[in-house]
Each structure stands twice: as C-alpha cells, then as structure tokens.
C-alpha cells in the first residue's frame, strides 16, 4: 500500500470514532431530556438525511477539489453540528448537520482510494478501511458509553474554565465537548493527505445542472448488470448496518434490562463481528466473487428475528458476533465491486455519491420506518421481527434478481466479470 493511504486511514479513524461515540451521546442526552423513544430512534434517519438530498451534489464537490481538502471541510462542519447541540438546538437538528459533513465526507474518502490504488488493491484497501472502520465503530461506541457512563463523566463535569461558562452541565454535554477535539485530530490528518495528481473536474456554475448529471449516473449505476446488483445489496447491508445502531440499544433496554452505557459494549460486538468478516473476506474474496455471497444477506434477516428470543448476555454476545460477521463478509467484495463499476462507467466520486444517496436512502427508509413502528405503540421485539422480515425479503428478491440476470444476459454479466478479473490481475 502507498504512504498516503496509511494517512487516509488515520483520518478515517478518528473521525469514524467520534462520529459514532457522537451517536451514543446524542442518545443518553435525548434520554436525560425524557424525549420518546420515536425520537431516539429517528437519530439514525436524521443522519442520513443530506446524505439523500445532497447527494447529486456532494459527489462533484468531491471531485472539484483534492479529497483530502474536501475530508478537512467536512470535518469542521462536524464540529459545527456538535457546538449547535452543546448550545441549546435540538438534538435531532444538530445531528443532522453532523450528517451533512459525513456525506460530504464520504465521497472523499471512498473515491480517493480509486485514485490512489490499481484495481488489483481495491478488495485489500476495502478491506482496510471497512476493517478500521468498524474498529472505530467498536471503540467508538465504547467510548461514548463511557464518556456518558458514571465513571468519566463526573471527571470532565469537575473541569472548570476560569472566567468562561461553557454551559455544560450534564454526562452527554461534556461528552460531546470531548468529541470536539477527536474531530480535530481527523482534521489535521487531514491536511496531511497526498495530492493523487488526478485531474479535478471544476464544479458548475449553475448548481441546478447537476440534478440531471446524477439522476444520469444513477440510472447508469441500476441498469449495469453487475452494478445494479452489487449496488441493491450494499444498499440493504448498510441499510441494515446503519439502524443495528439503535436497534442493538433497544433490544439491550428491552431483553436485558441494560443503561446505554451497558448497551453500547454489545454495539461493539456486532462492530466486533463485522470485522472479522471483513478481514476474512478481503483475504479470501476477489473483485469478481462478489455476486456468490448475496445469499448470506437473507441470514442475516433471519438472525435478527431470532434476537427477539435472546434473554442472556452469554448468548447474546457470540450471537451478535455472526450476525456481524456475516454483514463484514458480505460487504466488502460487493462494495469493492460497486465501487469497480462505478469508476468505470462515470468516475470516482460520482459513483460513490450514488452508492450514498442509494444506502442512506435505505437507511432513512428503514429507520423512519422503525421510528414510525415504534411511534405508533409497537413493541420493541415486534419492531425488530418486522424489521427482519423486510430484510430477508429484499435480499431474497435481489438473489432472484441476480439469478434472473444470469440466465437472461449471460454473455453480458460474464463478459463485465472477465473485465473485473482482468483489471484485477492487470493492477
């Protein structure tokens, strides 16, 4: 791997790290404030709101500037999210700012890896990045359960800043004064990252000109044979990644019984699982293998159901280990590949903007639709059956989909997998 990649990486992690620490923060102050649980819950559509209207944007400013500038602007528009929910905006509006520099991060931080890497090293950097995301997932979340959790948070409430009144006065207050700086440190990584030489695409004068150009791409993205496919699974993967969040929570709250300090350790260990199906998948995967493991997503809608039944911890911890595994597995050759076709057919950023808009789209989709359920009187258990049942549905119709592809466009899906193959060996 190249120098600079190493840099990414770093950047990546810090502030992945606050990002989802962030999230549990955001929880335990809706929590202290006796907010519903509807409200908790819409945290994880929240986020992915300007992911979902920003996103025929977002990836042309990706490709307008280096990456590295655009992941340090995005950055600091993080910060912005935390300061306005220190200081009195709700905590839903504020999260959703911190969601519009994520998705105006992404871009930058998935599309530089095309730039910078041969095709050849594309599963191993996913892998790379999937693998040390997830590990700033892990301790992200543990982090913010302690940062909230009895121990540390009477330590930073004792802090005191002569001559200044911060205001802060409660565990997820000083906790989110603490993300702050871990934002900080992902923004000068930032700084440090390479220019890749490739040559920026200016951003129009008439923004509106772009709504077209992406609606272009996406429907260039769908009607691929090998792109429409892998770009439905990452979809209903990160779909179902995104709302595990809280639903891990409030399984936690309902099966056991835990605080959110407590629940936070178990978002860890699906985080846990991810990565071991991560690591494993990018040393035995191929770019052209992806489309083979589509099947592992319906197991995974059913491993949720069964969580219902789960009452102890001793079984839940190995449990939620392979349902995170199967998810890593899965994930990265079907996101190395996405990204293959996206690059080919209209650029780096572009496509990553349309994989996003597509995930985050699932990702408002379900998680509306969870916060609704639970809105309306549903019962946690009976929420997350539902939300099981959609998910082994869907991916049931995407394996028949790819099935029916096979069958129907033969030449055309294995002539796309021989290009992916060649360009891997080539890279």
Known sequence: ??????????????????????????????????????????????????????????????????????????????VAGCLLMLFGTHPLMAYAVVGLGAAAYSPAKYGILTELLPASQLVKANG????????????????????VGPVLSPLLLSFDFPLIATGVDSPPEAAIGVLIFLYFLAAWFNTHIPHTGVEMRPMPKRLTSLLPDFWICNARLWRDKLGQISLAATTLIWGVAGNLRFIVLAWAAAA??????????????????????????????????????????????????MLIFITNVWVAAPFLILLGALGGFLVVPMNALLQHRGHNLMGAGRSIAVQNFNEQACILALGAGYSLSTGLGLPTFAAITVFGVVI?????????????NCVQHRAEVEHLLDIARNDNFHG
Request: charged letters at 10%.
């Open 1 to 78: 791997m190249k120098r600079g990649f190493f840099t990414i990486m770093s950047a990546q992690f810090f502030s992945s790290l606050a990002d989802n620490a962030l999230f549990v923060a955001a929880v335990q102050l809706l929590r202290t404030r006796h907010a519903p649980e509807w409200q908790q819950a819409a945290l994880v559509p929240m986020f992915a709101l300007f992911y979902v209207i920003l996103a025929p944007f977002v990836g042309a400013f990706a490709d307008s500037l280096p990456k590295g500038r655009v992941m340090l602007i995005s950055n600091f528009i993080k």
């Open 128 to 147: 790379w990045i999937e693998g040390l995301t997830i590990a700033s997932i892990i301790l992200g979340v543990l982090l913010g359960g302690q940062l």
């Open 392 to 404: 082994a549905g869907f991916m049931w119709i995407i394996r028949r989909w790819h099935a029916r």
């Open 256 to 305: 056991l019984g835990y605080s959110v300090t407590q629940a936070s350790a178990l978002q860890g260990v699906v985080a846990i699982g991810m990565a071991v199906g991560a690591v494993v998948a990018s040393m035995r995967m191929r770019l052209e293998d992806g489309p083979r493991v589509i099947t592992l997503g319906i197991g995974m809608g059913l491993l949720i159901i």
